[in-house]
């Protein structure tokens, strides 16, 4: 049964924490918003259909946003705690530390629960949809690949410029100027018309030109090369095929993951448990990483925070890669790196501590 203090912790945090998500997923809301809204402007995306694309992209990333929210949380809430001397007042009346890591277990639970929920079955059902909604942008039009008619296109750091002056709703294009500036010698292609195609498999996209001229040559001097050609194919940058296979491994369901042995399975389902178990991970954190006392500096345990923060978000990446590379054995799994963050938190922070003081007194002894 919870106690009064239990209770006015869950308040606490549960306020502090409902801000911080709602912060986060209207920032988030607002830049995937602007990405849907250039995918109408070129044509890629039907204005009727926006509002579920961007919810999809929500219900697909609000997992990732529930961990860094909880243990912000958790953060300013004991800080606040913290700086009223309140967390003294409950040391003075029974509620140490021990409480205190029980309550925000308890207050992590329900929440693991529900980023369990949205890491592992609403995660890859938005993903599906959204692969769904991504190949039927490759089928509408070409602008899906940034091409739109009267506009230069570039990629490669501006050594390629690609430009159309028509583009018509089954892919055909007129009037076609390409630049390739990548090789020693650059090279002009003119061309009367041509077609855009997208393998929805590979992701692979090319421009396929018809009747023009291709010039190799340096502008300004006089050693040119002139061709003429009736068929030319101009490969675009596409997806590579290890992110296309990532792609679709986000749409599988999570009861196809479990028990599989490919290592890029593997690495896929401990990416969706990542989320739930962090929170745990998380709540073990906040707590050593607060000054409980006003008196003490908590410089540099804030300091220690924001690296616990970001170290424990990046190398979850990390371990994810080398699992399906194979440089980590597969018994390890991708949720190492948790353990090993709690570890090195608490052997840096045990020194200072009241047991960590006892011990060294007692060696000096």
């Given at each position: 049964m919870l106690s009064v203090a239990d209770r006015y912790l869950f308040a606490e945090i549960a306020k502090?924490?409902?801000?911080?998500?709602?912060?986060?997923?209207?920032?988030?809301?607002?830049?995937?918003?602007?990405?849907?809204?250039?995918?109408?402007?070129?044509?890629?995306?039907?204005?009727?259909?926006?509002?579920?694309?961007?919810?999809?992209?929500?219900?697909?990333?609000?997992?990732?946003?529930?961990?860094?929210?909880?243990?912000i949380a958790a953060l300013v809430t004991l800080g606040r705690l913290a700086r009223d001397s309140e967390l003294i007042a409950f040391g003075a009346c029974g509620f140490g530390p021990l409480r205190?890591?029980?309550?925000?277990?308890?207050?992590?639970l329900p929440l693991s629960l529900i980023t369990g929920w949205f890491a592992l079955f609403g995660q890859p059902y938005a993903s599906l949809q959204i692969q769904l909604v991504e190949d039927a942008k490759g089928e509408r039009s070409a602008q899906v690949a940034g091409l739109r008619a009267g506009r230069f296109y570039q990629q490669d750091d501006g050594n390629i410029t690609f430009y159309a002056a028509r583009i018509d709703a089954s892919n055909r294009l007129e009037g076609i100027f390409l630049q390739d500036r990548r090789a020693e010698i650059p090279r002009l292609v003119i061309s009367r018309r041509g077609l855009y195609q997208r393998d929805p498999e590979t992701g692979e996209q090319r421009v396929i030109l018809e009747e023009g001229r291709r010039y190799d040559g340096i502008p300004g001097s006089a050693d040119y090369r002139l061709a003429e050609f009736d068929r030319y194919t101009y490969f675009l940058a596409n997806e590579t095929q290890t992110e296309v296979e990532r792609r679709r491994r986000a749409a599988r369901p999570t009861r196809e993951l479990i028990g599989s042995q490919s290592l890029l399975d593997r690495a896929e389902l401990g990416h969706r448990l990542a989320a739930p178990v962090a929170i745990y991970a998380l709540a073990l954190l906040a707590i050593p990483l607060t000054s409980?006392?006003?008196?003490?500096?908590?410089?540099?345990?804030?300091?220690?925070?924001?690296?616990?923060?970001?170290?424990?978000?990046?190398?979850?990446?990390?371990?994810?890669?080398?699992?399906?590379?194979?440089?980590?054995?597969?018994?390890?799994?991708?949720?190492?790196?948790?353990?090993?963050?709690?570890?090195?938190?608490?052997?840096?922070?045990?020194?200072?501590?009241?047991?960590?003081?006892?011990?060294?007194?007692r060696l000096r002894r």
């Open positions: 502090v924490f409902s801000a911080i998500i709602l912060t986060l997923l209207l920032i988030m809301a607002s830049m995937l918003l602007l990405r849907t809204l250039e995918d109408v402007n070129l044509g890629a995306l039907g204005s009727e259909a926006v509002l579920r694309y961007l919810g999809l992209q929500v219900l697909r990333d609000t997992a990732r946003l529930l961990p860094p929210a909880f243990f205190l890591y029980r309550a925000f277990l308890l207050f992590a409980l006392s006003p008196r003490q500096r908590g410089t540099a345990r804030l300091l220690l925070a924001f690296l616990t923060y970001f170290a424990f978000f990046n190398l979850q990446q990390l371990a994810e890669n080398w699992l399906e590379t194979g440089v980590t054995p597969a018994w390890m799994g991708v949720l190492w790196y948790q353990v090993a963050i709690l570890l090195l938190v608490y052997l840096s922070l045990a020194p200072g501590s009241f047991w960590g003081r006892r011990l060294f007194d």
